[in-house]
């Protein structure tokens, strides 16, 4: 069980998740909520506190692709 409560943090990353997406839909965090997940070669993921504003940077999205 991961407990943030307590912690200075804004931002949780994750990286090598493994988690399939129907899996990252229904993780819960106290206090945050999930902003970016990426679930190809491992998977990674953003939360952050439900406090902060976010806005997508439309002009970044093609560079979350993985290219081989």
């Known amino acids: 069980m991961l407990t943030v409560g307590n912690l200075n943090v804004n931002i ?3 990286t090598e998740d ?5 899996q990252m839909e229904v993780i819960n965090i ?5 902003v970016s997940n990426h679930s190809a070669s491992g998977g990674s993921c953003i939360f952050i506190r439900n406090h902060i ?3 997508e940077v439309e002009y970044l999205k ?4 993985e290219k081989f």
């Open 18 to 22: 493994w988690l399939l997406q129907a």
């Open 30 to 34: 106290d206090y945050f909520r999930l």
């Open 12 to 14: 949780l990353c994750f």
């Open 53 to 55: 504003e976010t806005k």
């Open 62 to 65: 093609g560079l979350r692709k």
